[in-house]
C-alpha cells in the first residue's frame, strides 16, 4: 500500500530522494520512482534533467545481471522510509501514540486483572508489528514505548499474585542504514542518461533516450557550460549518426541476404544457404553485433528458405532417380500413349454416336489390340502400376466400345449403340487419367 503513496509523491516532492540502481561496477543509476524486475530485465524511467524536476522521461531496459541487488535493495528500502517519513509517517506514529496512552490509561482504570493484561497484549502487539509494517520508521521511540507496555504488563502481574511469568523478546525491525547520495545535478543527471543509453541492448530505447537528451540539452544550452554541452552535444550526435548508420547496413545485408536466399531456395541450393547465413553472421561480427534482434529475424528467415531448398533439392533428386532408374519404361509408355493418339478420334466418334466407317473401326479395332498387347510385358514402377493398369484397362473399353458399335451398325438397336457410347466415354476417361498421373511421375518438379 505504501508504494502507491510513494509513487504518488515522486513527480511532486522537490527535495526528496531519487531512487538508484546500483551496478556491478558501483555506478548509481538515478530511477524517477521505483523500478520493476523480471524475466532478467530490470525496467525503470530515466529522468532527463534535474531528477527531481526532469525536463523528459525515458523508460529503458537493461539487463538484470547489470545490477548489485543487494546494494539497490538496501537503498530503495531507505528512499522507501524517506518518502514514507515525509509523507504520513508522522501522522501514522502519532496515532499509535495515542493508541499506546488510551491503553495504558484503560489498563489503569480496570479493575479486573485479567482484562487488564488483555489490553496490555493487545496493545504490545500492535507496537511488535508496527516497525515491520512502517520500514522501521521510528523504530528507537517504538521501542521505548513497547518497554514502557511491558513494565507496566509486569507490574500488573505482580500486583495479582503472579510469581512465574514471561514476556517473549521480539527483535523489532531497524530501520535501513544505508547513507543517501546527494542529488545529480542537471549536468550530472543528462551524463547519467547518457550513460544509460549506452548500456541499453535495444536500439529503440537507446536511440529515443539520445535524441530526448539532445532536445533537453538544446533547451538548457543557455544554463550549461559551453565546452560541456558542445563536446555532449557532439558525442550524442556522432553516436545518433552511428546508429543511422548501422540501421542503413543492416538493412542492406538483410535485402542482400534475402534476394540471394530467394533463388537459392528456388534451385533447391542448400550449400549456397549454409554460405549464405554463415556470411550474415560473419557480417554481424564486423560490425559489433549491434542488432542482435534483426539478426534473429534474418537468420530465422534465412533458416526458413534452407528448409523450402532442402525440399526442392529432394523434389529433383526424386525426379533425377526416377528418370533415371526408370528411363526404359518411360520411353515405352511414352511411345503406347503417342500410339492412342491414332485412335482418340476414332473413340471420340463411337462416343458422340456420330458414326464411323466398319473399315476405320476394323483398323482402330486392330490398333487397340496391339497397344494393349504392348503394354502388357511393360513393369512399371510400383507407384504407377495403378495408372498403368488403367491404360490396360482402357484398352480393353476401347475394344468393348468397337465391338458394341458394330453390333449397333448390324442390329440398328439404340441401346446397344449407347452402350458402346458409355463404353468409349470410360476408355477415354481412362486414358486421360492414367496419362496425368504418369506425366506427373516423370515431370521436373515446379520450383517456387
Not at 205 to 222: A, G
Not at 232 to 244: G, I
Request: glycine share 6%; aromatic share 6%; charged share 25%.
Amino acid at each position: 500500500m505504501l508504494a502507491c503513496v510513494w509513487a504518488a509523491s515522486a513527480a511532486g516532492s522537490a527535495d526528496l530522494p531519487s531512487y538508484r540502481i546500483f551496478l556491478t561496477d558501483g555506478t548509481a543509476l538515478v530511477s524517477f520512482g521505483e523500478f520493476a524486475r523480471a524475466n532478467g530485465k530490470v525496467v525503470f524511467t530515466v529522468p532527463i534533467g534535474s531528477p527531481s524536476s526532469p525536463d523528459a522521461l525515458r523508460i529503458v531496459t537493461l539487463p538484470d545481471n547489470f545490477v548489485d541487488w543487494e546494494r539497490t535493495n538496501r537503498y530503495t528500502d531507505a528512499v522507501r522510509l524517506q518518502w514514507y517519513a515525509s509523507t504520513r509517517g508522522e501522522r501514522d506514529y502519532t496515532v499509535l501514540t495515542a493508541a499506546v496512552a488510551r491503553a495504558l490509561g484503560d489498563m489503569a482504570f480496570v479493575t479486573d486483572p485479567g482484562a487488564k493484561l488483555g489490553i496490555g497484549a493487545e496493545i504490545r502487539r500492535q507496537l511488535i508489528e508496527w516497525p515491520s509494517s512502517h520500514l522501521g520508521y521510528r523504530a528507537s521511540d517504538v521501542r521505548e514505548l513497547t518497554a514502557i507496555v511491558e513494565e507496566a504488563i509486569s507490574d500488573i502481574r505482580v500486583g495479582s499474585g503472579q510469581r512465574a511469568f514471561d514476556l517473549s523478546l521480539v527483535a523489532i525491525l531497524e530501520p535501513p542504514a544505508e547513507r543517501l547520495l546527494p542529488e545529480p545535478t542537471l549536468m550530472d543527471g543528462i551524463d547519467l542518461a547518457s550513460a544509460i543509453a549506452q548500456m541499453t541492448a535495444a536500439r529503440r530505447e537507446r536511440t529515443s533516450l539520445q535524441r530526448s537528451i539532445l532536445s533537453v540539452l538544446d533547451r538548457r544550452k543557455p544554463s550549461l557550460p559551453k565546452s560541456w554541452y558542445s563536446s555532449t552535444r557532439r558525442a550524442l550526435t556522432w553516436s545518433l549518426e552511428r546508429e543511422a548508420k548501422l540501421d542503413r547496413q543492416y538493412a542492406e545485408i538483410a535485402t542482400r541476404a534475402l534476394g540471394s536466399a530467394t533463388k537459392y531456395a528456388a534451385r533447391g541450393d542448400v550449400a549456397s544457404l549454409d554460405h549464405l547465413t554463415a556470411d550474415v553472421r560473419r557480417e554481424d561480427d564486423r560490425l559489433g553485433r549491434q542488432r542482435p534482434e534483426n539478426v534473429e529475424t534474418l537468420l530465422a528467415s534465412l533458416a526458413a528458405r534452407t528448409q523450402t531448398a532442402r525440399a526442392v533439392r529432394l523434389a529433383i533428386d526424386r525426379w533425377e532417380y526416377r528418370t533415371s532408374a526408370y528411363a526404359t519404361y518411360r520411353r515405352r509408355i511414352d511411345a503406347s500413349l503417342d500410339r492412342f493418339g491414332g485412335v482418340v478420334d476414332d473413340i471420340a466418334a463411337v462416343r458422340a454416336l456420330s458414326g464411323i466407317e466398319p473399315a476405320r473401326l476394323s483398323k482402330t479395332d486392330k490398333r487397340i489390340s496391339a497397344i494393349e498387347v504392348g503394354l502388357l510385358p511393360l513393369g512399371p514402377p510400383a507407384e504407377l502400376r495403378p495408372a498403368h493398369d488403367m491404360l490396360v484397362s482402357a484398352t480393353r473399353l476401347m475394344r468393348e466400345a468397337v465391338r458394341l458399335q458394330r453390333r449397333a451398325a448390324l442390329s440398328g438397336e439404340m441401346p446397344v449403340a449407347q452402350n458402346a457410347s458409355a463404353a468409349a466415354a470410360g476408355g477415354l476417361l481412362l486414358l486421360e487419367i492414367a496419362r496425368t498421373r504418369i506425366d506427373e511421375f516423370f515431370r521436373r518438379p515446379v520450383l517456387p
